[in-house]
């Protein structure tokens, strides 16, 4: 079963990276069908506007609401399964793995990156009751628009689709991923050469023994969420916690 991705927005060639590396190779492989649109060519003037100035009064200008609904309108048509459409913003719930898991689980997604202040909030009441509606943020900052968001969801749910990462494992072990390893942070990672400008790799990682492996690793994570994201540890379920982990 392969995903359909449509992203409408005044930028098309944000997109290109969509055709490189992981994502690129997902498309190739038919797992993933993006298709990209420029919000303009639903615009019926000569200087195809897509903005004006906000009711109310105050700074910047804002996305009209024609060229989003013709849009929409065009890319949706008559489906009878109709995508999830998500408009990025950073006034949404936030983008976490769970909701990137969610979207891995959708046939098929549309997005509506906006740029300047934002969408006539019109736009999101009306498809808000015709479709499944989901604003989010990626994180606690303001971008200059919604497309690098786009980019990053899109990363993150393609990773996660069927046929995409040659290595399932590498998915289970996520930070973030659900299961033993729930808002644990990865540790660090090492390859060869097993000596480097005079460090060593951990011997224990060269050691053979699979089960001391699995104890070291879970140790470094716990560590590095105690430092770097103390507010996880917690969030940690008390019975996924051994008495090896309290110690750490
Ligand atoms: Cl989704 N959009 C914009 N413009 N800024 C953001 C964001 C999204 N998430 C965090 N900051």
Request: glycine letters at 8%.
């Amino acid at each position: 079963m392969s995903m359909r991705v449509d992203i409408i927005s005044i930028f098309p060639e944000y997109f290109a990276p969509l055709s490189v590396s992981l994502i690129g190779k997902a498309r190739q492989k038919g797992l993933l069908d993006v298709r990209v649109h420029q919000l303009r060519d639903w615009t019926h003037d000569v200087h195809r506007t897509v903005d004006d100035t906000p009711y109310g009064g105050g700074p910047g200008m804002v996305m009209k609401p024609e060229p989003w609904s013709e849009a929409i309108d065009a890319v949706v048509g008559a489906a009878a399964s109709p995508p999830r459409l998500v408009v990025p913003t950073p006034s949404g719930r936030p983008f976490t793995q769970r909701v990137a898991l969610e979207y891995a689980g959708e046939p098929w997604l549309l997005f509506a990156p906006a740029r300047y202040e934002g969408i006539d909030a019109r736009v999101m009441a009306e498809y808000g009751s015709r479709l499944r509606l989901d604003e989010v943020s990626i994180g606690d900052y303001v971008l200059a628009g919604g497309e690098a968001a786009v980019l990053v969801m899109v990363e993150a749910v393609g990773r996660l689709l069927p046929g995409v990462l040659g290595n399932a494992r590498s998915v289970a072990d996520d930070s973030f991923a659900p299961g033993a390893m729930a808002a644990l942070l990865e540790g660090p990672v090492y390859t060869k050469p097993p000596v480097w400008r005079g460090r060593e790799v951990p011997p224990i990682l060269l050691s053979g023994n699979h089960g001391a492996i699995a104890r070291w690793r879970r140790d470094e994570a716990l560590r590095r969420t105690a430092a770097h994201r103390p507010e996880l540890l917690a969030l940690l379920d008390p019975d996924l916690l051994d008495k090896r982990d309290r110690a750490v």
